[in-house]
């Protein structure tokens, strides 16, 4: 049957508006339909053919932008060789394990940058520091590091570069010399072999001479229990002595005692 145009009903009065309206959705959805149905037929068509040549349904769907529940529907009757079944798995192991290097890389990206705006908010938090807040921290510090005992020795030990170079720097404040400190490395037996690398950096970090350095200390442990994938990260552990620091040494536990107190 031929479909005539609703233009063809109308009359120049235009006095039947149900009449044409009638016809023009008439014309309309007829239309359509017989679109939709030679557009379904070509993608149903096609995703067969895809899904014959050894596409996943997932894939498919991608590609013609559709549901994979649709295109598992239109293809359930097709059955694949095991060949076939075999790469479709392998290509979807492959699919999953480069999904997941890529979550996790955004993971990374994501925490790294939550830390930066984390640790700027800690810094601008403090604004800049006074010479008591530097004393402060300092005696925090020493309480949770220093040595405490009677030997009369005022020594200080840690692991972190930056909290040793902040010990130095708060020893300046009362009156104490790079000259007159001794440091006493100690490492690993199992970074025995680079003794001097640490002891470089040591040297460098903190600006003093390798003649304050005492012999190093050398520990053993389990094996297992070192990281030596560590390579040249590791720094082993320093030791940092004042010479003639007893009365210091005595000032300092008092000032800690009475924190202590007032807590």
């Known amino acids: 049957m031929q479909i005539r145009h609703p233009q063809q009903y109308k009359s ?3 006095h039947d508006d149900v009449f044409y309206l009638h016809s023009m959705y008439t ?4 239309n359509y339909v017989i679109i939709y149905l030679m557009y379904s037929i070509q993608i149903k068509n096609k995703a067969k053919v895809l899904r014959k040549s050894g596409k ?3 894939d498919i769907a991608r590609m ?3 549901r994979p529940t649709t295109v598992s529907y239109w293809c359930k009757d097709i059955k694949l060789s095991s060949f076939l079944i075999r790469r479709i798995s392998n290509q979807g192991k492959k699919k999953a394990r480069a999904a997941m290097l890529v979550y996790t890389e ?6 790294l940058k939550r830390q930066a705006i984390e640790r700027s908010i800690g810094r601008k938090s403090l604004g800049r520091l006074s010479s008591r807040d530097i004393t402060m ?3 925090g510090l020493y309480w949770g590091e220093g040595y405490k005992g009677n030997n009369g020795e005022l020594g200080f030990t840690n692991s972190n570069s930056d909290i040793i170079r902040f010990h130095l720097s708060w020893l300046t404040l009362f009156g104490v010399s790079r000259k007159d400190l001794i440091f006493r490395l100690t490492i690993n037996e199992a970074f ?3 003794e001097k690398r ?3 950096f040591w040297l460098a970090k903190l600006s003093v001479k390798e003649d304050q350095f005492t012999k190093t200390t050398i520990i053993k442990s389990i094996l297992k229990k070192v990281d030596t994938s560590r390579g040249n990260s590791y720094r082993g552990i320093l030791r940092v002595k004042v010479r003639r620091g007893n009365a210091l040494k005595n000032r300092i536990l008092g000032a800690l005692e009475h924190i202590s107190a007032c807590a």
């Open 64 to 66: 013609l932008g559709l």
């Open 12 to 14: 120049k009065k235009r």
């Open 198 to 200: 640490i002891k470089r």
């Open 27 to 30: 014309y309309l959805y007829t």
């Open 137 to 139: 921290a300092g005696f």
């Open 56 to 58: 996943s349904i997932y």
């Open 106 to 111: 955004r993971q990374r990206i994501g925490r």
């Open 192 to 194: 025995r072999s680079q």
